[in-house]
């Protein structure tokens, strides 16, 4: 079945210390996203990318990174630069940039992020 | 620039009574609206779409949204709530020329026995 994995579900780490959280996909999809989820405050992009070897940062990339060297794979490193990382990231891709069908997100089952 | 805008954060309802969740968007072009949805600790699904055509829209299970370009909403229906309809629900917007769609904040709907 094609899908988004993300894993792991739950992580924990304590303050100081950067963290990778992974995204696979199997979609054969170009475009894939980084979001961050607050409760209350919805989805706010972190990182996207349209093709390997390139992505552009979304509306609150400061502390963390990312790196796209395949294109079903497109891991987020939270670093000890962001300010409070406890949330949940959720990563997306589609078929292309941009609204429309193509543009349509299909989502993972996110991972669980806390700083101890 | 696109905006969305989820006028009820929360949404109490009783099982087999109507509801509405409202969605307001703003943007000076053509969009293409979307509703997803969200089951505890899980990712969003897409729920419905609005691309074109037909402003009304309906989903598999029983939902329905209308776009409605004089008044720029997008709200979302569904004549009977079934307890399993529990989830937050989040309008989108995108427009064919922009690189990323904007979620609203969210309403999360509450069924009541």
């Known amino acids: 079945d094609g899908g988004i994995t993300q894993s792991p579900k739950y992580l924990f780490r304590k303050e100081g210390q950067n963290v990778t959280l992974s995204c696979e996909q199997n979609?054969?999809?170009?475009?894939m996203y980084w979001y961050r989820q607050d409760p209350g405050q919805g989805l706010r992009l972190i990182y996207y990318?349209?093709?390997?070897?390139?992505?552009q940062k979304g509306d609150i990339a400061e502390g963390y990174s990312v790196s796209r060297e395949k294109k079903e794979s497109f891991p987020l490193t939270v670093t000890s630069a962001q300010k409070n990382p406890t949330a949940f990231y959720l990563c997306a891709s589609s078929i292309s940039l941009g609204g429309g069908v193509r543009g349509e997100q299909f989502f993972g089952p996110g991972t669980r992020l806390t700083v101890l | 620039a696109q905006s969305v805008t989820q006028l009820d954060s929360q949404v109490p309802v009783f099982e087999e009574a109507p509801v509405e969740l409202r969605c307001n968007y703003s943007?000076?072009?053509?969009?293409?609206l979307f509703w997803y949805v969200q089951y505890p600790n899980q990712g969003l699904q897409l729920l419905l779409k609005y691309l074109s055509g037909s402003t009304l829209v309906e989903s598999i299970n029983g939902f329905e949204a209308e776009f409605n370009k004089s008044q720029t909403s997008f709200h979302l229906r569904k004549p009977s709530v079934h307890i399993s309809d529990t989830a937050e629900y989040f309008c989108a917007v995108s427009d064919i020329r922009d690189d990323k769609i904007i979620f609203g904040k969210g309403t999360r709907l509450h069924i009541l026995p």
């Open positions: 979609l054969n999809h170009d475009a």
């Open positions: 990318s349209q093709i390997v070897n390139d992505f």
């Open positions: 943007s000076s072009v053509s969009v293409y």
